[in-house]
């Protein structure tokens, strides 16, 4: 980014009108973005939507992660998949929140998945 943004100041400076980058509160790092940006072919060869030898759903990963009951919790996972958060710990406490909340202690459930019995 550094050395684009360098030569885009050289170029600019040719026509003495490099000034403009002087107002840096237009940029911002890109480790302060919330969320990863993935270019389309990235996209396509993680196979994230579809499977590239038929082209269809079946096999992709939000095929084996949709399990959304509206049109609206597929379009959010659809989102979430595409736009992976960055911030690690973030995950990490996001995670804990949500697993700490989902299973009560001291369940019978709980207990069968700890002892392996189904």
């Known amino acids: 980014m550094v050395i684009a943004l360098a030569h885009a100041v050289k170029y600019l400076s040719a026509f ?3 000034d ?14 919330a969320h990863m940006l993935l270019a389309a072919n990235t ?3 993680l196979e994230l939507y579809r499977i590239e030898t038929d082209n ?6 939000m095929w084996v992660l949709d399990r959304t009951k509206t ?3 597929a379009r959010l996972l ?15 406490d996001i995670a804990h929140q949500s ?6 202690q001291g369940s019978a459930g709980s207990n ?7």
């Open 16 to 18: 003495g009108i490099a």
């Open 112 to 118: 069968r998945c700890r002892s392996g019995n189904p």
């Open 56 to 61: 269809s759903a079946r096999g992709s990963l």
């Open 78 to 92: 659809r989102s979430w998949i595409g736009h992976p958060l960055i911030d690690k710990q973030y995950v990490s």
């Open 71 to 73: 049109k609206f919790g």
């Open 99 to 104: 697993v700490g909340a989902d299973i009560p």
């Open 20 to 33: 403009a980058f002087l107002e840096t509160k237009f940029f911002t790092m890109f480790a302060s973005k």
């Open 43 to 45: 996209l396509t060869n």
